[in-house]
């Protein structure tokens, strides 16, 4: 499987964005999906994922709230709408495939190693 992200802008603080990640090929409901982000300076963090059949969620604490993941099987995407945008959501946001025992883990589900099939990445910008 081959996933794209897309959807990125640049928003005012208190501003919504919904970014898509786009699978190519027929096994996408196979994976789990997660996304991340990394911000200029820093190591590529955790923010959401969810399981192959969308009944199973989990976020960044500090993000859940603000944050939905949800997915389209029937589309190939994995949507993350992001709402009430602060200064510092600003980074690259990122998605990947993963394994789906690995969600089963707490700390598993947020280690970039765990994940493939990463695509390039979408920048979002939150200006104060």
């Known amino acids: 499987v081959q996933l794209q992200a897309s959807g990125g802008g640049s928003v005012q603080t208190g501003g919504s964005l919904r970014l898509s990640c786009t699978a190519s090929?027929?096994?996408?409901?196979?994976?789990?999906v997660g996304w991340f982000r990394q911000a200029p300076g820093q190591e590529r963090s955790f923010v959401a994922v969810?399981?192959?059949?969308?009944?199973?969620?989990d976020y960044e604490g500090a993000l859940k709230g603000r944050f939905t993941i949800s997915r389209d099987n029937a589309a190939n995407t994995v949507y993350l709408q992001m709402n009430n945008l602060k200064p510092e959501d600003t980074a690259v946001y990122y998605c990947?495939?993963?394994?789906?025992?690995?969600?089963?883990?707490?700390?598993?589900?947020?280690?970039?190693?765990?994940?493939?099939?990463w695509g390039q990445g979408t920048q979002v910008t939150v200006s104060s």
């Open positions: 990947a495939a993963t394994n789906p025992g690995t969600i089963a883990s707490w700390r598993a589900r947020r280690t970039t190693s765990n994940y493939f099939s």
């Open positions: 090929g027929r096994t996408f409901s196979n994976y789990a």
């Open positions: 969810i399981n192959q059949l969308g009944g199973v969620t």
